[in-house]
């Protein structure tokens, strides 16, 4: 079994940055695509980012050019970095593993519990 724990979340002002990290723990990652997901306030839970074992890297229209997905395996962890963040931004972030880079939150097999984004205007 895999453990998934996201952090970083907080507070920040329109414009502001933050970093989001997903820590693994139970197995190695390095051979799963890692994927961030979000959820706002009475809305579904959208894709935001992903990247492979490879480093391929996809983004959701709303966030390209702003967010940035990385990894380090060495580290078992995942990180968002989030620049010019929007209010539109604000949402439970979620990072997940699949075998395969995938947009889709169905074809995730581990999911974390999220942590809280919330942009101020």
């Known amino acids: 079994q895999v ?3 996201e952090s970083g979340g907080g507070l920040v002002q329109a414009g502001g940055s933050l970093r989001l990290s997903c820590a693994a723990s139970g197995r190695t990652t ?3 695509a890692i994927c961030w997901f979000r959820q706002a306030p009475g809305k579904e839970r959208e ?3 992903a990247i492979s074992s490879g480093g391929i890297t996809r983004y959701a229209d709303s966030v390209k050019g702003r967010f940035t997905i990385s990894r380090d395996n060495a580290k078992n962890t995942g990180y968002l970095q989030m ?3 929007k ?3 604000t949402a439970v972030y979620y990072c997940a593993l699949n075998v395969m880079i995938s947009t889709n939150q169905h074809n995730m097999d581990y999911w974390g519990k999220g942590t809280l984004v919330t942009v101020s205007s």
């Open 83 to 85: 620049n010019g963040l």
């Open 47 to 49: 894709f935001v980012a």
């Open 3 to 5: 453990q998934l724990v």
């Open 30 to 32: 390095s051979s799963y």
């Open 87 to 89: 209010p539109e931004d």
